[in-house]
């Protein structure tokens, strides 16, 4: 399994941006595609997950009402579009592949996913 992130940037507050992730083969449709972000000095936290097999998607909290994750079996792509972007928005923005079982807590931890992106860095100046 091979990922792909792309689409970070510098972007002012109350922008927007879409993240996507070229995922090889058939991880689309065999994986739970979550995305992860990590801020400087902070732990890699739970962002958002995409299921294309389970049919479903779950947020953080603070994603909630401003993030959309999305995906397509055909492209073997999964985007996140941020909007509404807060400056503490800003961290390294990682998307992974995992299979633990839909709905259980690994699906919120990084421990939960098997492979990973390279990350792709998003700025939100104030």
């Known amino acids: 399994v091979q990922l792909q992130a792309s689409g970070g940037g510098l972007v002012q507050a109350g922008g927007s941006l879409r993240l996507s992730c070229a995922a090889s083969g058939r991880t689309v449709i065999n994986y739970h595609m979550g995305w992860f972000r990590q801020a400087p000095g902070k732990e890699r936290e739970f962002v958002a997950v995409?299921?294309?097999?389970?049919?479903?998607?779950k947020y953080a909290d603070f994603a909630k009402g401003r993030f959309t994750v999305s995906g397509t079996n055909t492209k073997s792509t999964v985007y996140l579009q941020m909007n509404n972007l807060k400056p503490e928005d800003t961290a390294v923005y990682y998307c992974a592949a995992g299979n633990r079982p839909w709905g259980s807590s690994s699906m919120t931890r990084a421990s939960g996913y098997d492979y990973w992106g390279q990350g792709t860095q998003v700025t939100v100046s104030s």
């Open positions: 995409f299921s294309s097999r389970a049919g479903g998607t």
